[in-house]
């Protein structure tokens, strides 16, 4: 393989890298961005809304007895809980899936670097 040719070969490899960053910086841009914090900011706010309507309605006109107020913020904490529950959960597969694909490109670069080992000796 003569310097021009292997330039050429490091050149496109090069070329090919950047391409997948590219990409990759684009999913990542994708996910988790602007309107899945705007969503959750209006979940927060209302689930906020809700438990202190509840708390200002308990203590100005006892409208509900305190247990039935108690049970209702119960569950929404539960609920919230369990929402961040399941974020967690996506971002973990997430995650998992952004390490399986880099082993997975090692694993094509180790290949390509056992190939070119052997045809340099």
Do not use: C
Request: proline fraction near 2%.
């Amino acid at each position: 393989m003569t310097p021009t040719e292997r330039e050429q070969e490091l050149s496109r490899e090069l070329e090919e890298f950047k391409q997948e960053k590219e990409r990759i910086k684009n999913i990542l841009g994708s996910l988790g961005g602007n309107i899945s914090s705007k969503k959750e900011k209006a979940i927060n706010i209302a689930f906020l809304v809700v438990v202190l309507t509840f708390f200002t309605l308990e203590v100005t006109t006892h409208w509900l007895p305190s247990f039935v107020s108690l049970e209702v913020g119960l569950l929404f904490l539960s609920i919230k809980i369990i929402w961040m529950m399941y974020n967690t959960h996506k971002v973990s597969h997430f995650q998992f899936w952004i390490l399986n694909s880099i082993e997975f490109r090692m694993n094509q670069m180790d290949k390509k670097i056992n190939e070119m080992d052997k045809k340099l000796k």
